[in-house]
């Protein structure tokens, strides 16, 4: 009889479910939410702007591996150790440079290779430099930076005395993941970010204000819809769009603009569905703690959108910016996402990048979906 009995309240919970759902799919079909553009937007985009705002490029990490041990090896490497625009970390082989290269520890890695200071004298030495071409603007800002902390090295020596033929170093350069160094490469993996974003969050954040403003919340007070049930008949067509846009951002980001895609579509589908329960779960929250649409709109375009625009990695790089700037876009869940984005579109599946990021959204959506469902409890009571 206790079989029976659960047997009919999963089928009833199922079946108030799918009515929340279909109730919800029409709402969303005949009413299309509208994202209003109001006063806390310019001041989000004040501070983002004044603050996260540096298209300098400072802080390279880079790995210097140097194949002799010589005067004029030391002497290169000196020029990137004292240069501001760079970090140095030192290894010996190039395959533990390469390492850390996929796992984006290092932006670049300088290769001062064996007979260099003799070649010097002959003046046919090279010098490889390998940048991490994800972010093609970087990298031509790098690759720049490379060749003058060499032709500083080089004008040390002339102080020196020592006369260097002007084609005594000639630089190597290659960019890793992106060859044609095509900024559409970087920027349209970050998309999609802003695609599901603006879905996940900012249409979602409507729902529970819509209903308040309209009065028709009250009316599932006297349904026996559990808050769960509710929030999820209302997350479950808003997380189907969500797949839609992206699956249509990924698909225009390969037919239309080439964008080389070398990981798995099936790891890029589970990183993007995690990213989306995470948007989801900021849409359900700021809907479930305000009774506006407006106050709710503003809150998700600045909890959300704004910094999956100006502090994920997306368009600014984040070691340029101020240090406390830096600290506080390990909060905003797009960081991950473009991270992992760049990294399998461009890289492929490198789990040393993939694991920590997703589990990070992992823990994230969980959070912040439990908060969904208690916000939504307190309010049904």
């Keep these: 009889m206790t079989d029976v009995r659960q047997a009919g309240s999963r089928t009833a919970s199922a079946t108030r479910i799918a009515a929340l759902i279909r109730k919800e799919t029409w709402q969303l079909l005949r009413d299309p939410s509208s994202i209003v553009i109001g006063i806390i937007m310019p001041l989000a985009m004040l501070l983002l702007f004044g603050y996260g705002l540096n298209l300098d490029v400072k802080n390279v990490p880079v790995a210097i591996v140097m194949e002799e041990v010589s005067d004029d090896a030391r002497g290169v490497a000196s020029g990137f150790e004292l240069s501001d625009y760079f970090r140095v970390v030192h290894v ?28 010097v004298q002959t003046n046919d030495a ?28 080089m004008a040390r020596e002339a102080a020196r005395g020592r006369m260097l033929a002007a084609a005594s170093v000639s630089l190597e350069s290659r960019l890793w993941f992106n060859e044609a160094n095509e ?59 969500g797949m839609i846009g992206f699956a ?13 895609f070398r990981g798995s579509f099936l790891v890029l589908t589970a990183v993007s569905m995690l990213y989306l329960l995470v948007a989801l779960g900021i849409g359900l929250a700021v809907s479930s703690a305000t ?30 910016m101020p240090w406390i700037i830096q600290v506080v ?14 990294t399998i579109f461009l890289a492929g599946n490198v789990w040393s990048v993939i694991i920590p990021n997703a589990a990070v959204l992992a823990v994230m959506a969980f ?4 908060l969904s469902v208690r916000l939504n409890r307190k309010i049904i009571g």
Excluded at 203 to 212: D, I, K, N, Q
Excluded at 332 to 340: D, G
């Design 126 to 153: 090279e010098i490889q430099v390998i940048v991490h071409g994800a972010d093609a603007n970087t990298a031509r800002i790098s690759l720049g930076y490379a060749q003058g902390a060499i032709g500083t090295w």
């Design 367 to 370: 959070a912040l979906l439990a």
């Design 183 to 241: 900024s559409t490469y970087f920027l349209v993996p970050g998309l999609i970010v802003l695609v599901v974003t603006l879905i996940g969050t900012l249409l979602t954040a409507l729902v529970v204000a819509r209903e308040w403003e309209r009065g028709t919340f009250e009316a599932l007070f006297v349904t026996p819809a559990r808050s769960s049930e509710i929030l999820l008949g209302k997350a479950v067509p808003y997380f189907i769009l």
């Design 248 to 260: 249509l951002s990924v698909g225009g980001g390969l037919l239309l603009f080439g964008v080389p």
């Design 92 to 119: 010996k082989t190039m395959a533990e440079a390469q390492k850390l290269l996929l796992a984006h520890t290092v932006s670049a890695i300088v290769r001062i290779p064996p007979g260099f200071a003799r070649r």
């Design 329 to 342: 876009t390990y909060v905003f869940p797009a960081r991950y996402f473009v991270s992992l984005l760049q």
């Design 291 to 320: 009774k506006s649409q407006f106050l709710a709109s503003q809150m998700s375009m600045t909890l959300t959108f704004l910094p999956a625009m100006m502090l994920s990695g997306f368009v600014f790089d984040i070691r340029s």
